[in-house]
């Protein structure tokens, strides 16, 4: 079946420091892959997405790759600030399968001023 | 524009009450979701619509929940009865055309149950 894996947390980072939190899948037919973030007392939101292999999608600094050789969908900061401070979610969908989105169990991240 | 409406934001009720959560999708859009969340369980998929009609229900916890679509502007998500363990946030998305679209999350019903 379709499934996403990414790396437990919370992750604590000191200010400036480079991020990578990672995520593999698996899936059948050609998904899409996104990343999405959710701030305290907030709804998830888009951070960004990728459609087919090698493709990067970027966003606020962030940025991850679409490695269809290692089905994985690492999500990248070279610095981050106290207000990436959030939960990150890896998440996939099945072009032309139907509307759903898988979502990852999600990635607490802490940054220390 | 506005986003996904729902309402009420926050609601605490007695264990054996009925609940109903509200969700307004975005203007234009088809498709509808309803997800659970909390600290053990994670984010959860209860139910989608598409075109107000309900396409996966598989995640709906029991007989106690059931939702409804009635129009493409309006669903409701009820709990009757509840119990201390539905405590959770309540968050509806919605999406547009055959996806999967990026999906736009209100900003969710923190539910408790005494």
């Known amino acids: 079946g379709n499934s996403v894996t990414q790396m437990e947390g919370p992750v604590t980072l000191s200010e400036e420091a480079f991020l990578t939190i990672n995520c593999t899948y698996t899936?059948?037919?050609?998904?899409?892959l996104f990343w999405y973030v959710q701030y305290p007392g907030e709804g998830l939101q888009l951070l960004l997405k990728?459609?087919?292999?090698?493709d990067k999608g970027s966003n606020k600094g962030f940025e991850a790759t679409y490695r269809k050789e290692t089905t994985s969908f690492h999500l990248e900061k070279g610095s981050v600030q106290v207000s990436d401070s959030a939960v990150y979610f890896c998440?996939?969908?099945?072009?032309?399968?139907?509307?759903?989105?898988?979502f990852g169990k999600g990635t607490r991240l802490h940054i220390l001023p | 524009d506005a986003g996904v409406i729902q309402s009420p934001r926050h609601e605490v009720t007695e264990m054996g009450q009925e609940v109903t959560l509200r969700c307004k999708p975005i203007s234009g859009h088809n498709s509808l979701f309803w997800y659970r969340q909390t600290m053990m369980r994670g984010l959860e998929l209860l139910i989608y619509?598409?075109?107000?009609?309900?396409?996966?229900d598989s995640g709906m916890p029991e007989d106690r929940f059931s939702a409804k679509m009635p129009n493409a502007s309006f669903s409701t998500l009820k709990i009757q009865p509840s119990e201390p363990r539905d405590s959770a946030v309540y968050f509806c998305?919605?999406?547009?055309?055959?996806?999967?679209?990026?999906?736009?999350f209100g900003p969710g019903t923190r539910l408790t149950v005494t």
């Open positions: 990728a459609t087919k292999a090698d």
């Open positions: 998440a996939l969908g099945i072009m032309n399968r139907d509307d759903k989105i898988i």
């Open positions: 998305a919605s999406t547009k055309g055959q996806g999967p679209y990026e999906q736009y």
């Open positions: 899936a059948t037919g050609y998904p899409s």
């Open positions: 619509f598409n075109n107000n009609v309900p396409i996966d």
